[in-house]
């Protein structure tokens, strides 16, 4: 009897979280297990402003996919996925071609630009690990761009940040870190500086409690952070980026960086696909399969659930990724031997901000942390992620114990 071949897109979270699992609860040789990846390392989504702000190096954030799975249980391919064709069973790549009994897509996401003129051309986005390497850089550039040309271009030196929700702060606190020691490698005066977050809403971190986004806007602003609030970004050029006040006059703010943060969607190769999406996020059934696809699970950012309490759906978050992924293993699994699936319910456990490395907020278990305590509840966060994919070993080896 052919064992049935069971396909994951994407070595995220989500995809990774599903290997592992899968690795676990499926008995020895029922089925053959294939992961596709576009590198061949995985790197922590939820440590990419670190990078994208220099505080972190890229290597920090990534390690090889071949040293957190199974080599007898799972083979890797590194491979770009192209198109899903979730009718004929197959998926293309730039590096062949393959087909399935059972597919995960865990494409993760994509920075979401509304249509805005000039973002997709003029922002950059921390998307991944190559575009926060690019921000970095980019930053970088410009500080010494500065510091040599003779007639000197101050808003080389105005780093713009679109979008006060988690991604955009903690950015924020990472840069406020970053910008004194860049000034002092590239011999530029700290008041020729300006970080300026541009929010569309009323306020930082829109539904977040408010007492806590007091905490985090002081702190940022006690760093030399400036926000405008109410503002939307409606336009970027390679100058900088149009907002609108609230008495609907417009302001152009020039910028050497503009960074975008203002939001997610899911990936557009699944977009592509034949399965319906909103933002190319699907709206999976309770058992997370895709509608109207039985073979076919999605994980993380690609999927989208309603929390039927608040009528809202859940953020994409990590935390719902990696529970998502144990679940498809279970599932994947019920249907091998022909048992009923079961329905994921996210167990929410609470969400910290970090602000930086030494400072942080956050509601966890219901109850609100700021500060050291809440700086070290992010790390040991970050160190549980690792532990749940790869062990003891790879906490050992990535984990973040530079506790102040
Ligand atoms: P991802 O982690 O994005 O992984 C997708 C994988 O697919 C990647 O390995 C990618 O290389 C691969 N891939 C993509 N396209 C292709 C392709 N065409 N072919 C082959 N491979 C491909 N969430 C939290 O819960 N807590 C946090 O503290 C937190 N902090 C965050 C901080 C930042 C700066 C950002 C940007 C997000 C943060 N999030 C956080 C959200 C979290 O990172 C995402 O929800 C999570 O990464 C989603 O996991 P995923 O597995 O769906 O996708
Ligand atoms: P988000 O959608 O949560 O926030 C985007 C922000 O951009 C919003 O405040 C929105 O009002 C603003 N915005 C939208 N359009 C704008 C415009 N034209 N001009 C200015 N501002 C605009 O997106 P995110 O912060 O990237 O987060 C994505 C997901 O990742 C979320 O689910 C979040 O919870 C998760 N995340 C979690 C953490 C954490 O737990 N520590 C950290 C980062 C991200």
Not at 158 to 166: C, L, P
Request: contains cysteine; glycine residues 10%.
């Amino acid at each position: 009897l052919k064992r049935p071949s069971i396909l994951v897109l994407g070595a995220g979270y989500g995809g990774l979280m599903t290997i592992v699992n899968l690795q676990k609860v499926l008995g020895t040789d029922a089925a053959d297990i294939t992961l596709i990846n576009k590198n061949e390392y995985h790197y922590e989504s939820t440590w990419l402003h670190e990078a994208a702000a220099g505080t972190m190096l890229p290597e920090e954030v990534r390690y090889d996919i071949q040293e957190v799975i199974d080599s007898v249980k799972t083979r890797f391919v590194q491979a770009t996925v192209e198109e899903i064709d979730v009718v004929g069973k197959r998926v293309l790549t730039d590096n062949g071609e393959y087909t399935y009994d059972y597919l995960v897509i865990g494409l993760g996401f994509e920075g979401e630009t509304f249509g805005i003129e000039g973002l997709d051309k003029y922002a950059l986005s921390i998307a991944n690990v190559k575009a926060a390497r690019y921000i970095r850089e980019h930053i970088e550039y410009q500080f010494a761009t500065w510091s040599t040309e003779p007639i000197k271009d101050d808003s080389r030196l105005t780093i713009v940040v679109g979008g006060a929700g988690f991604t955009g702060i903690e950015f924020l606190g990472e840069l406020a870190n970053r910008v004194p020691e860049l000034c002092k490698e590239f011999d530029v005066p700290r008041e020729k500086v300006r970080v300026i977050c541009v929010e569309a809403a009323p306020m930082v971190l829109p539904g977040f409690d408010p007492e806590l986004v007091n905490y985090a806007v002081g702190h940022l602003e006690a760093k030399g952070i400036e926000f405008s609030i109410g503002t939307p970004v409606v336009e970027a050029t390679p100058e900088g980026v149009k907002i609108k006040k609230a008495d609907d006059q417009f302001e152009f703010i020039k910028a050497g960086t503009v960074v975008w943060a203002a939001g997610v969607r899911g990936s557009s190769v699944l977009e592509a696909s034949q399965i319906e999406s909103m933002r190319a996020r699907v709206k999976v059934e309770k058992d997370l399969r895709a509608p109207g696809f039985p073979d076919v699970f999605i994980v993380g950012d690609c999927a989208l659930m309603i929390n039927e309490e608040t009528n809202r759906p859940y953020p994409p978050t990590a935390q719902i990724a990696m529970q998502q992924g144990e679940t498809i293993a279970k599932n994947i699994n019920a249907l091998i031997k022909g048992e009923d699936t079961a329905t994921f319910v996210p167990d929410l456990k609470g969400t910290v901000c970090s602000l930086g490395e030494d400072d942080a907020i956050g509601v966890v278990f219901g109850k609100k942390v700021t500060g050291k305590r809440a700086s070290f509840m992010k790390k040991m966060i970050d160190n549980r992620a690792l532990f749940m994919v790869g062990g003891a070993k790879l906490v050992m080896k990535k984990g973040k114990f530079n506790v102040i």
